[in-house]
């Protein structure tokens, strides 16, 4: 992070960012946080935004790909 090298290539979608902004103002303590982030990954899963992220960055991933929502059924 300090040296700019993670994740410079992925720009966020406006739902993400919208989740995110949410999220901090519920964040108080450790514990908030930790919460806080398993609120916005299951967000990712449910809306299947983190499949679009996967797809982009990892081309070995099958398109066909159900993992997400395997876990969310």
Do not use: M, W
């Amino acid at each position: 992070y300090i040296s700019s090298k993670r994740a410079t290539g992925v720009k966020l979608e406006k739902k993400i960012k919208e989740e995110i902004s949410k999220s901090v103002d519920k964040i108080k303590n450790p514990l908030d946080s930790v919460r806080e982030t398993q609120q916005i990954l299951a967000f990712l899963r449910r809306s299947r935004l983190i499949c679009k992220y996967h797809h982009k960055f990892l081309k070995f991933i099958p398109k066909n790909c159900d993992v997400c929502q395997v876990q969310n059924r």
